[in-house]
């Protein structure tokens, strides 16, 4: 992952979707996609492209100001993960899912998936 990865807003995310699902995008492409997706305009829209190329999180390009994302969803999602983590659970993923089970939040289904990532994840010796 590139370093640095800015915060990217609820907003900022919107945009990111389309352009991960149609990049490269011309703007105009964007601002059709969350017409219907999300029913914002025109300004809302460029509002949030303009953000992101500002972050350097999304790439500008004339003629037709074609968008492109600079990061991709894993990335961003990695990146949000850790942040996440990190303000709410100092940075421990085992607090995280300590929680969930301790709440009850989890299924005894997620609950065996994990352990079989776990354990297919785990470092042979």
Known sequence: MKKNLPKITDGELKVLEVLWDKAPAAAGEVVAALKERANW???TTYTFINRLVDKNVVKREEPGFICTPLYTRDEVRVSEARS???KMYDGSLKMLVTSFI???AVSNQELAELKRLIENSAPEK
């Open 41 to 43: 305009n025109r300004n």
């Open 84 to 86: 996440f983590l990190d």
């Open 102 to 104: 301790n709440t009850k």
